[in-house]
Nanobody, 121 residues
Framework: QVQLVESGGGLVQPGGSLRLSCAAS????????MGWYRQAPGKLRELVAT???????NYADSVKGRFTISRDNAKNTVYLQMDGLEPEDTAAYYC???????????????WGQGTQVTVSS
C-alpha cells in the first residue's frame, strides 16, 4: 500500500504565497509522474501541474508563471510553490503519484487526502 500525505495549505491574502508538500510512503519501487490537482466547490477536479521523474513539467495555463512544481526523488516528495495567489485559486489541492510497487508490476495512481487553499482578503 502507498500513502500520500499533503501539507502546507491555509488562508492567504491575494498576491501572497504558499508552498504545498506531498510525501509518498509505503511500498514504493519507483514513482513516474507526480502532480497536483485542485477542485473548487461545484467544479470538476482539474490539473494544476505535473512533473515526471526526469524533471519535465507541465502546467495549466491558469497557473503558468505563478506556480512552480518540483520534486525530491530521494524523499519521494513533490512540492508546489504558489506565488501571486488569486481568489480563483481557492480550492482543495490534491497530490497524485503514479507508483510502481515492485519490478514487473504495472503503475497505479494514488491520491492524497487533499489540503485546502483559501485566497481571500
Amino acid at each position: 500500500q502507498v500513502q500520500l500525505v499533503e501539507s502546507g495549505g491555509g488562508l492567504v491574502q491575494p498576491g501572497g504565497s504558499l508552498r504545498l508538500s506531498c510525501a509518498a510512503s509505503g511500498r514504493i519501487f519507483s514513482i513516474n509522474v507526480m502532480g497536483w490537482y485542485r477542485q473548487a466547490p461545484g467544479k470538476l477536479r482539474e490539473l494544476v501541474a505535473t512533473i515526471a521523474s526526469g524533471g519535465s513539467t507541465n502546467y495549466a495555463d491558469s497557473v503558468k508563471g505563478r506556480f512552480t512544481i518540483s520534486r525530491d526523488n530521494a524523499k519521494n516528495t513533490v512540492y508546489l510553490q504558489m506565488d501571486g495567489l488569486e481568489p480563483e485559486d481557492t480550492a482543495a489541492y490534491y497530490c497524485n503519484a503514479a507508483v510502481r510497487s515492485s519490478p514487473g508490476l504495472k503503475t497505479y495512481d494514488y491520491w492524497g487526502q487533499g489540503t485546502q487553499v483559501t485566497v481571500s482578503s
